[in-house]
């Protein structure tokens, strides 16, 4: 069945980076949109970034534009987070999910799997 592995979480300080893998196996990767939810202790889950199935369009939170980019690789079925300038307010649980022929949708709905999730901790 299908799977979604997340890694690269940890400790970082306000305004470093770190990157967030989710490798995918078990489907077609190349059918699925790949998306980035965070979720905080207490809070529903928000959306972060997606990359379309056809890897033609992205799409970011207001709140992580500029800061966030995200990336796919189809040989490895692998989408990555890549985080910059790094804010305690980014502090959450991150998760990864795929949304099969999805153009990138903010929608948590959209998303038919998902992965556990990796801890990132933003320390100020």
């Known amino acids: 069945q299908a799977q979604l592995v997340e890694s690269g979480g940890g400790l970082a300080q306000a305004g470093g980076s770190l990157r967030l893998s989710c490798a995918a196996s078990?489907?077609?990767?190349?059918?699925?949109?790949m998306g980035w939810f965070l979720q905080s202790p207490g809070k529903e889950r928000e959306f972060v970034a997606a990359?379309?199935?056809?890897?033609?369009?992205?799409n970011f939170a207001d709140s992580v534009k500029g800061r966030f980019t995200i990336s796919r690789d189809n040989a490895k079925n692998t989408v990555y987070l890549q985080m910059n300038s790094l804010q305690p307010e980014d502090t959450a649980v991150y998760y990864c999910?795929?949304?099969?022929w999805g153009l990138g949708s903010s929608s948590s709905q959209e998303y038919k799997y998902w992965g556990q999730g990796t801890q990132v901790i933003v320390s100020s």
């Open positions: 990359f379309s199935w056809s890897g033609t369009s992205t």
């Open positions: 078990g489907l077609t990767f190349t059918r699925f949109a």
């Open positions: 999910a795929a949304d099969l």
